[in-house]
């Protein structure tokens, strides 16, 4: 047999002892973020039924998709081909898929569970996996962070999902103002209106938000030559990314939001939607996502189910963005009669501790054990067995040495493990209920009592 | 469009707050207790390469395997069928599939990484898929807590793994005698020399023990009549399980290594074997396994890849096993030139949790928010964010209620979802900068400064 290869597949990832430590720094800081801020957890399946997942992330995102092959006689049935003659496709071979967001999933669980408060406020860290080519900091299989209120169209609702992520991000040492990162906020129905003025058919609308969402990648350039591409006249998309410059002037969204007060009929389009956002901005600045979010008339997210407004961090030296979110008022209606409205946002950990580990943001992580705990030959190993039972039932980090090397060689590897201590155990201390003490770093010694040891490795 | 079903997928689950929170409390035991012990975490991808997974489980471990299905070019080549009219098979659709369990994949990363510690000690608590026939208390995900050492085949490494594991279980509340759970254990060189005694050749052994696993599900005679279909002869079905019934008299493990003293060669088969076992149980009965290790001969354990000591966890009320383990001398061999012997554990957090669940072992868990910040419609929702982020500053858990409908129809919510207290905000409490507080079980209302809130929440 040849060699088996023992990387991990295209796209993903081992995490050793420090790498899972700094993973779970992070996520316990969000998880418990979040829980301040009033959110329940949940945790959905790996696996989602297809008919779950397609049709709510576009094309590309459907394109994306892992999909579990049939097993046994249903596999075999599907590469049989049709009673018709016709060909065996992808659909024949499938029908679960791995979980593409956290966001389809909660609301799958919203249409399910009657049970659930009417404003349901559940936070979601869990890992998702998409096909897509890995690149730097992007990857197969990612962790996603998410917030969401459902069951309430108030904008309070869009200002606390901000909230908590800018305490997230706080707290993690990211800054307390937009210097330290930068949440940008735009809208959909503003948007559309924009692409109304430019002169594109609204039916194109969703493929002119995925190419002006790479504004920040290609630029604008890249971003009229992919509207071209997509079938859009070249002077309605120039024209498209002009009226969105022109949104940057300071008094934009006053202006617009000043013709929604005068007469819902004759309102210019988007009005509404300005109001709103200025609405939002003033609800922010009371609390954590005050200082940090910036109206950002470019901002288009790509996914296809947002009806509001819609959020992105960015923070500097970062490409792309270390979350985004927005409103989704029609999703959950796609698994329900009932209409329930919903926003959250959606904190990627991986470009999170991309960037902390870049600026040195972590404190000093415990971890690995304190003690190892080494023994002379003498010493039978049911006895450094119960020594080891006591020092852990005093809370500490023990490791036993299983055999009995030198013990040269067993304080050698005490160092290789980067344990701070060596606990030593011959005759004498063991007819003393004592160990020997061995400080790896300075190489003291101390004999104490194995009661005492642990007040002693605490002390460092 | 017909509705799209809301459940989640056959054998799988989500896990609603109070599912979360039981979940969490387990897990955080067991990563407790096993840095408690020296091991250090590891995570390793939900994708695996087929090429890692297959011929690792047996034959019945390979066939529940989920496997991805190929995309896009691949996936169409695939089903173009092959150039020389052969039919399109399982093995071009698919190249990988999911985790089976965390030890191949264990193995796996030790063949990698060169930098990893000679004595590698690891836990890994991650959810592995199978695909299974659903059952009461058998899903198709599900989380496994392991523990392994790898690099050495001193039974000090068998013992501590039988002490993480124990210790676990002792701190669940599980007992801390033979009562409250039993290891049990035998010796995969044991059983060969039973299989042997029987008359059964080797060459059959592994299709023995995976009958033989099931004892405790379908009975002795179940057992035989497996035997036989797999076409071992009835006289010796039934030699076999004689054998194993008589290992069970006391002084059994002493009479076999007593052979093994004599000499090398003439040694009675397995004997080797029991003396491992003595010693075992010997060193086991300085730590916290002690009370719990009990010799079993009738202990199989489906997977194929153990080489010596095998482990089983029951507890009294639970059919079938709370965890299992042994050691695996030839796996990592499998992935790498280094020969390097290996013992691991493996806690089934699922099986736990449902003892746990039937038994009421759950300490009461803090979850949701611990207060509802209610307003009159007179205040304005900056203001409301303002109060919020100073009582989260504070540590306390907050909902903030997004809409301003009558204070009845708030305090009805607060009650809903379990929130301890409501924090009324109105025009007299912003003027003084406080809050009134009202527990919810009592109706007691109280004004006071929010700086005081956060003191009182917690008091009860």
């Known amino acids: 047999m040849s060699q088996i290869s023992t990387k991990p597949p295209s796209g993903m990832r081992d995490f050793l002892a ?119 900091g992007r990857f197969r299989e990612f962790f996603q962070c998410d917030v969401d209120i459902c ?138 996502a005050g200082p940090h979010l910036v109206f950002d008339p470019t901002l288009a997210r790509g996914l296809s189910y947002y009806t509001g407004p819609i959020f992105e961090i960015t923070c500097a030296g970062l490409a792309g963005s270390m979350g985004g979110g927005g409103r989704y008022d029609g999703l959950i209606g796609m698994f329900t009669k009932r209409q329930i409205p919903a926003v959250g946002f959606s904190l990627g950990l991986e470009r999170v501790l991309l960037v902390m580990e870049e600026r040195g943001m972590f404190p000093p992580l415990g971890l690995g054990p304190q003690v190892l705990l080494c023994r002379f030959p003498e010493i039978g190993a049911a006895q450094a067995v119960a020594v080891a039972t006591q020092l852990r039932a005093a809370g500490l980090r023990v490791e036993l040495f299983a055999d009995t090397p030198s013990l040269g060689k067993q304080l050698q590897y005490a160092a290789t493990i980067g344990a701070p201590f060596a606990a030593i155990l011959g005759s004498n201390e063991l007819a003393a209920q004592s160990l020997t003490l061995k400080k790896l770093t300075t190489g003291e010694q101390k004999t104490l009592p194995i009661a005492d040891v642990a007040a002693f490795v605490r002390a460092g």
């Not at 720094?25 to 959905?44: D, K, M, N, Q």
């Not at 129905?189 to 790479?214: F, N, P, T, W, Y």
């Open 18 to 136: 420090p790498d899972v430590a700094r993973r779970r720094h992070v996520i316990g800081v969000i998880a418990r973020v979040y829980e301040s801020f009033g959110f329940v957890p949940l945790e959905t399946p790996t696996i989602e039924n297809l008919s779950t997942l397609l049709g709510k992330y576009g094309p590309e995102g459907d394109q994306l998709l892992y999909r579990l092959l049939h097993r046994r006689e249903r596999l075999a049935r599907a590469l049989e081909g049709k009673p018709d003659g016709g060909k065996t496709t992808e659909l024949d071979l499938s029908d679960e898929g791995l979980r593409y967001d956290l966001t389809v999933p909660l609301a799958r669980v919203v249409a399910n569970y009657g049970e659930l408060p009417a404003f349901y406020k559940r936070y979601q860290i869990q890992p998702v996996w998409r096909a897509d080519r890995p690149a730097k």
């Open 151 to 288: 069951g309430t169209k108030s904008l309070v609702a869009d200002a606390e999902v901000c909230g908590a992520v800018a305490t997230v991000l706080r707290e993690l040492g990211f800054g307390n103002d937009a210097n330290g990162f930068q949440i940008h906020v735009n809208h959909r129905e503003l948007l559309r209106a924009m692409v109304s003025e430019a002169g594109i058919d609204l039916a194109m609308e969703g493929q002119a938000l995925i190419a002006l969402d790479k504004l920040d990648k290609i630029g604008a350039d890249g971003v009229k030559t992919e509207l071209v591409e997509k079938g859009i006249a070249a002077e309605a998309a120039a024209k498209l990314l002009d009226v969105l410059a022109a949104a940057r002037a300071p008094g934009f969204l006053a202006a617009r939001a000043a013709d929604a007060a005068s007469s819902v009929d004759v309102a210019k389009p988007g009005a509404k939607a300005a109001a709103e956002l200025i609405e939002l901005l003033a609800i922010v600045a009371g609390g954590p």
